[in-house]
């Protein structure tokens, strides 16, 4: 299978590796630097699971035109609109794409560019992060990649890539109700995004305050509303395992978009995984009181960093 992988990050470039390991015909499409790097050093992955170091097929973004049989996102939300445009030469006929991002919005992007029947739908749960010097450090074990058909016609592809797939480490899994998957980690991230983001904590220290599991509870109520009001309600075993995770004690997970406010990254996810979910709740006729005062919050992290950004340059 001959799969074309947007960036070389920590994500992309985790997946990409275990790809290759997969015996994958992998290209990572990528800006200059990252190239340099890669041909330098080689792509770098340590994890539990298995390290990677190697060298990699790279190709510049603006060049070739050689087409896929699938080409992986895992940008950031706000990265997608370019991502579109690098990947657009490459995506022929006969090619599916395949998101690794966060909330439901890229998919409308991808569906209006591409059309429903050649975006897969992917969910993945995993830790990972880009060292400073270019090695993709995975935290821990977990390492859960769903993947399935969001329309009839991609059902061979997403089962030929899952086959592919689960010949690397790791779990791997072929969903036929992969838009429900992605509403179900869209619920949890957001209700862990807007507590943790608003907050400024992780998890643990938020149970160790005197209404943060209240609060926490509220958060979650809301994210399952509206996948209720969408038409994909959270299974009950779904909710109960992020209760197990959001009210847990000695956790120290928070958002990776928290995470990016306390490292003061120039932009976060907030429409993507905040903002949309309001909206969509608002289409209903919902407020979410909790969710929409996060969502300020966010807004104004985001003003700072643009008017400091003006401020220097």
């Known amino acids: 299978m001959k799969i074309l992988v947007l960036g070389a990050g920590a994500m992309g470039g985790y997946y990409g590796a275990r790809l290759i390991e997969a015996g994958a015909d992998v290209t990572f499409l990528v800006r200059p630097g990252r190239a340099q790097a890669l041909k330098r050093d080689g792509l770098k992955v340590r994890s539990e699971l298995g390290d990677f170091r190697g060298p990699v097929r790279t190709v510049l973004v603006n060049h070739g035109d050689a087409q896929y049989d699938i080409v992986l996102l895992a940008c950031k939300a706000y990265d ?121 904590g992780t998890v643990g220290d938020i149970m160790k305050t005197q209404d943060g599991r209240r609060l926490m509870l509220e958060a979650m109520a809301e994210c399952h509303t509206v996948a209720q009001l969408c038409g994909h309600a959270i299974p009950a075993p779904v909710a109960e395992a992020v209760q197990g995770r959001l009210l847990d004690h000695s956790s120290t997970w928070a958002a990776s978009m928290m995470r990016d406010i306390v490292q003061g990254a120039p932009r976060i996810e907030a429409d993507a995984i905040v903002g949309d979910l309001i909206a969509r709740a608002a289409a209903h006729g919902c407020d979410l009181p909790l969710s929409r005062m996060a969502f300020c919050h966010l807004q104004v992290y985001e003003g700072q960093r643009a008017a400091r950004q003006l401020a220097v340059q």
Not at 105 to 121: I, P, S, W
Not at 142 to 155: E, I, K, T, W, Y
């Open 80 to 200: 997608l609109a370019d991502a579109i445009r690098a990947i657009s030469p490459a995506v022929g006929h006969g090619t599916a794409v395949l998101p690794l991002l966060n909330g439901l919005g890229a998919y409308d992007q991808l569906d209006q560019c591409f059309g429903k029947a050649r975006v897969l739908g992917g969910v993945s749960y995993i830790a990972t992060t880009l060292a400073a010097d270019g090695t993709i450090q995975h935290a821990g074990r977990g390492d859960r990649l769903l993947v399935g058909a969001r329309a009839p016609q991609a059902s061979a592809l997403a089962a030929d890539f899952h086959a592919l797939a689960s010949q690397s480490a790791g779990t791997r899994e072929l969903s036929d109700a992969i838009d429900q998957e992605l509403w179900n980690k869209w619920s949890m991230i957001a209700a862990g995004a807007v507590m943790t983001c608003l907050m400024r």
